[in-house]
């Protein structure tokens, strides 16, 4: 505990009652949480009973690691996981009591979408689809289901979309699945609705830690309270100033209602930020101050004032990427040895926003990644076909079946499907195993039947020849066959508005095609381009290890790169050069007067939301360490025109020195070159 401050160790130390922990950006949170966790340990509390949940399996990760270097093995036994991942255990545990059977299906976004365009005949656009799934994910996020919805609808189209998901959550019974919300949602019901549930999990977790709290939404907040019971022994750590993902249902409610429901609760503010200069927190302390306060609290740095924050004016887009160039390349020959390209970031409010800093780079030849794209073992069509693997590998795999009976479709529909789904929930089997029971034909039409046995038969035969398919070549001609067997190419044509996104859909399965068939073996290149022999395997080897094949696409994450991310997507990381670009009026704060067209009904929808841009200025201002650059663009491209902008009211907010804004990074490369080029004069030759 040496290395702890005050405020830090107070949070660390009170373990018998709710605490909130009020972290503040770079104060060190995830050190208190794991320290806690020793705490508790220490005093008698066993691992196995301490729960720490996260958002994200990265931060999981990152927690379990920095756990075992304080408690070693012990780290293991603590059960360190995301919400949804502490949700799938409970389910998988007692979801039968909600008529679930273990073996349960997690369906993912693109399995939601089409389900959904399913739930509407088939004839709804996947866009259309979306927009349902993402209200239907946000009334689940509010603890509602379809006959809430139904209840509460305000409009036609509130009502109509109640239907619809009533049409979803029946689906989703006669497929023994569950979507992500669900697995928040289901363990809320089984703890609030079955008591004996209740008390076996409240029994089981004696201390539960919760990391970025004021990310929760409705939902999560109930399984909390409901976890830990009326002992309440729980801390939540948290910043109500770094709340920004109300979009995705995330409520400050929830640290509202915490001292309203725990009279008990201690309050613990860590201030203290070990990440920023002075100078860079004295711009995030005024971003922040107009915000109403929940707790008030002041960051303080003692690492020293730093260099001043820099705001730069720019022209247009194209321009304001010159000048981001610029100053990465003056930082660089200000500084010997030179800051790696990692160490810099480039943070903005939209995905859009990338481009033109992306081809600055690239004309530059300066190597970057745009953080948070999708991967590409992501895309859907890539994912249609590990399905068909998994499945080969593993009947019992629920989730695989339902993409590969429905990728392409071949005419074997809902009903279908759903008397499936019922027959193997009764029958404790899988929905393949289901397809050969001798008792199926008396539930099922003759033409259903054949098409579920004519499936079956084709992935047993599959199976089989995949099992004796060896080598590189041989892999790869199969493959190919097998897509033109089953009308992908035509499927994705099918699919698509555009043949132009078809084509590049096609193009991604051919080279994944090809990256199986290599692992199977044969000549190969390796990183550096070499070819070199690798051992052959059949084809059902490589299939079967399809759940590390993901690996690969994040290999990338340690290399020497600039990067390109959303504000959204740099929450929780830090760099030692960050800029902040396209900060204007309509982009951050983004356009406050409307959604998508819409008038906004009531004007504190539009304050609501204001605060919460604000926060997110707030993120990317924290996320540096050393040196700080904000830019904005006297005009920018709006389809076709080019629209006059506004400087961000952000800008004003952070009452920078009026100086600080006029430093052209341009020239101060240009006068970096002459002092070296002097330098290089004066040095005699030898």
């Keep these: ?35 806690k966790i020793a705490h508790l340990i220490h005093n008698g509390t066993p691992a196995r009973r301490i729960a720490a949940i996260t958002f994200t399996n990265k931060a999981a990760a990152e927690m379990r690691e920095r756990a075992s270097g304080l408690i070693g093995r012990q780290a293991k036994e603590v059960l360190i996981c995301t919400f949804h991942a502490l949700g799938v255990r409970m389910v998988r545990e007692d979801g039968h009591v909600l008529g679930l059977k273990p073996n349960f299906s997690i369906l993912d976004a693109d399995d939601v979408t089409s389900i959904l365009k399913d739930c509407a005949g088939g004839s709804t656009d996947a866009a259309t689809a979306r927009q349902w799934q993402w209200g239907i994910s946000a009334w689940k996020n509010q603890g509602w289901n379809a006959r809430t919805a139904l209840a509460m609808a305000q409009d036609d189209h509130e009502r109509s979309l109640a239907l619809i998901m009533q049409r979803y959550e029946e689906r989703l019974t006669a497929y023994q699945s569950v979507d992500f919300d669900d697995l928040i949602g289901m363990p809320m019901r089984l703890l609030k609705n079955h008591p004996e549930v209740r008390e076996k999990w409240q029994k089981l977790l004696a201390h539960v830690l919760v990391d970025e709290y004021q990310d929760t939404n409705a939902t999560q907040y109930e399984l909390l309270k409901l976890l830990v019971g009326s002992r309440a022994h729980f801390t939540a750590v948290g910043d109500d100033d770094q709340s920004i993902y109300g979009w995705r249902g995330a409520t400050l409610d929830n640290l509202k209602r915490l001292p309203v429901d725990f009279p008990q609760l201690q309050v613990i503010k860590l201030e203290q930020n070990y990440r920023s200069t002075s100078a860079i927190l004295r711009a995030a302390n005024n971003v922040i101050g107009p915000n109403p306060k929940l707790f008030p609290k002041t960051l303080f740095s003692e690492l020293g004032e730093g260099e001043p924050v820099r705001v730069v004016a720019c022209d247009t887009e194209e321009h304001e990427a010159e000048r981001a160039l610029a100053r990465i390349q003056t930082l660089r020959a200000s500084s010997n040895p030179p800051p790696a390209w990692k160490d810099f970031a480039i943070l903005y409010r939209a995905n859009h926003q990338a481009k033109p800093f992306e081809k600055a780079l690239r004309r530059a030849n300066i190597p970057y990644k745009v953080s948070g794209g999708t991967s590409f073992f992501d895309r859907a069509e890539i994912k249609d076909l590990c399905a068909w693997f998994r499945l080969w590998s593993n009947n019992n795999d629920d989730p695989a079946f339902l993409r590969a009976i429905t990728t392409p479709r071949r005419g074997i529909g809902h009903t279908t499907l759903g008397k499936l789904g019922e027959f193997a929930a009764q029958h404790k089997t899988s929905m393949f195993g289901a397809l050969f029971s001798p008792m199926l034909p008396a539930l099922l039409s003759k033409k259903a039947l054949d098409g579920l046995l004519e499936f079956g038969r084709s992935i047993n035969d599959l199976e089989y020849r995949a099992r004796h398919c060896l080598g590189h070549e041989a892999s790869r001609g199969f493959l190919l066959d097998w897509l033109q067997d089953i009308g992908y190419e035509q499927y994705l044509y099918d699919s698509e508005d555009s043949d132009t996104v078809a084509a590049a859909r096609w193009s991604n399965v051919l080279e994944f095609c090809d990256w199986m068939a290599q692992r199977a073996g044969g000549q190969i290149a390796d990183a550096a381009g070499t070819s070199a022999h690798t051992e052959v395997k059949s084809l059902l080897e490589v299939a079967q290890n399809i759940a590390l094949l993901s690996t690969i696409s994040e290999r990338d994450s340690d290399q020497d790169q600039v990067v390109l991310s959303t504000l959204h997507a740099s929450k929780g990381l830090e760099w030692p050069h960050v800029q902040l670009v ?80 006029t430093e052209n990074p341009r020239d101060r490369l240009r006068q970096l070159r002459a002092e070296f080029a002097a330098r290089s004069q004066a040095t005699p030759s030898t």
């Excluded at 982009?587 to 504190?604: A, I, N």
């Design 1 to 35: 505990m040496s290395g702890l401050n005050l405020a830090q160790l107070q949070a660390v130390h009170f373990i018998h009652g709710p605490s909130l922990v009020l972290a503040g950006a770079g104060s060190g949170k995830t050190r208190v949480i794991t320290h």
């Design 582 to 661: 396209g900060v204007t009026e309509g982009m951050l704060p983004f356009k406050l007067d409307d959604d998508e067209g819409r008038q906004q009904k009531v004007s504190d929808d539009i304050a609501a939301r204001l605060q919460e841009e604000r926060r997110l200025m707030y993120v990317g201002i924290t996320r540096a360490q050393r040196t700080l650059t904000v830019s904005w663009t006297k005009r920018r491209k709006k389809g076709r025109d080019m629209v006059a902008c506004l400087p961000s009211r952000f800008i004003a907010e952070m009452q920078l020195d009026a100086t600080t804004a």
